[in-house]
C-alpha cells in the first residue's frame, strides 16, 4: 500500500472577488449621494398644500340581513325598510363605491330580499353581493 509522500495544500479563501463587490458598493453609494446633493441645491421652491389629514381606507361592505320573519338589520343594527334606503344613501355620499352585501334567510319570503335590493338600488348601490351556502355543506343551525 503506497504511503502519502507530500502534504496535501490547505484551502484558501479567495477574498478578491468579494473586495471588489465592496468597492463597487462603495463607488455606487458615493455617487449617487453626490447626485442627491445636487439635487437639493437646485434653485427651485416646491409648493406647500395644508395637511389635510390621512386618507381613509374603503370601508369594509355593509352586510344587511333578511331574517325569516321579515325584520332587517344593517351591520347588526335594527333598521326599517326607510332607515335602510336612508343610511345606505348616506353612506355612499361618502363613499362612490360602497359594497353591500345581502344575506337572506333561506326559509324566508323572497319579497323582502327583493324590498331591499330596490332599497339599495333607490340608495344608488351598485357593488352587491347575495351571500349563498353550497349545497354540500350541512348546516348545523336549526
Known sequence: MPLKTHLDEQPTLNLTPMIDIV???????MVG??????ERKIGLEVPSVAD????????????????R???????????????LTE????????????GVLIRGDATGQ????AEVLN???QAGISEL????????????RR
Not at 468597492?23 to 453609494?29: A, E, G, K
Open 23 to 29: 468597492f463597487l458598493l462603495i463607488i455606487f453609494f
Open 33 to 38: 449621494t453626490k447626485f442627491s446633493e445636487l
Open 52 to 67: 389635510s389629514g390621512t386618507l381613509t381606507a374603503a370601508p369594509a361592505r355593509r352586510v344587511v340581513n333578511v331574517y
Open 69 to 83: 320573519d321579515g325584520t332587517l338589520t344593517l351591520d347588526r343594527e335594527s333598521v326599517t325598510l326607510a332607515q
Open 87 to 98: 343610511k345606505l344613501a348616506s353612506a355612499h355620499r361618502q363613499y362612490n363605491d360602497l
Open 110 to 113: 323572497f319579497q323582502r330580499v
Open 119 to 121: 332599497a339599495c338600488k
Open 129 to 140: 353581493g347575495i351571500s349563498v351556502r353550497l349545497a354540500s355543506q350541512k348546516s348545523t
